[in-house]
């Protein structure tokens, strides 16, 4: 019963690296979410994906590109890092896109110098 | 487009009562709390639906006015267990968009 994973827990990398965060999810959900959380911001939603090969932006989408070609996986890309992409990045499921639990994953602390 | 969250920082002594609210510009299909440790993921606590439907945790309950747009939890008699960051999500469309959260700290 492993959940919902994220991989790597912890990441160092370099401006203008390219870096993908991997999110695995078991429970078949429908719905894939990628958040970036910071001081004072809160929450922010990066992407969002409704189904395999559906995708759509959330509040802060610049820099990044996800992917959906399994039910089960939703890898975040960051395509050149940059400073301020240092942040702590959740992936969340739920079952459907509304009205539904969103199920966290235990996160990933990019810091990029 | 943020939901907005007040306080934004509470301490309370054990058994106190807190209440959190979280005030939205858009029309919601609902509210969404959910609680975070630190250093931990956030962790589901109740969706609060138009017409007055609940779902969640036993012990915290929460109310929605649909037509102002805000939601409150209410901590009742709280334990150290409680001690966390709250934050509500506005739920306007397949998203939700958090706001920015209210710390909470219960002192023995």
């Known amino acids: 019963d492993a959940g919902i994973t994220q991989s790597p827990r912890y990441k160092i990398t370099e401006t203008g690296r390219q870096v993908t965060l991997m999110c695995h999810q078991t429970w078949s959900h429908s719905y894939m979410f990628w958040y970036r959380q910071d001081l004072g911001h809160g929450l922010r939603l990066i992407y969002y994906?409704?189904?395999?090969?559906?995708?759509d932006k959330g509040e802060v989408p610049d820099g990044y590109v996800v992917s959906r070609s399994k039910t089960e996986n939703f890898p975040l890309t960051l395509e050149s890092a940059t400073r301020s992409q240092t942040s702590v990045y959740f992936c969340?499921?739920?079952?459907?896109?509304?009205?539904?639990?969103?199920?966290f994953g235990p996160g990933t602390r990019l810091l990029v110098l | 487009q943020q939901p907005v969250q007040s306080p934004q920082a509470v301490i309370l002594r054990e058994g106190e009562d807190a209440v959190i609210n979280c005030s939205s510009s858009?029309?919601?299909?609902?509210v969404h709390w959910y609680r975070q440790k630190h250093g931990e993921a956030p962790v589901f606590l109740m969706i609060?639906?138009?017409?007055?439907e609940q779902k969640g945790h036993e012990k915290i309950s929460a109310s929605f006015n649909e037509k102002k747009q805000q939601s409150s939890l209410y901590l009742t008699a709280s334990q150290l267990s409680y001690s966390g960051t709250y934050f509500c999500g506005a739920d306007s469309s397949y998203k939700l968009i958090f706001g920015s959260g209210t710390r909470l700290l219960v002192r023995p």
């Open positions: 994906s409704a189904a395999a090969d559906i995708t």
């Open positions: 609060l639906l138009k017409g007055g």
């Open positions: 858009k029309a919601l299909y609902s």
């Open positions: 969340a499921s739920s079952i459907s896109g509304k009205q539904e639990t969103q199920y």
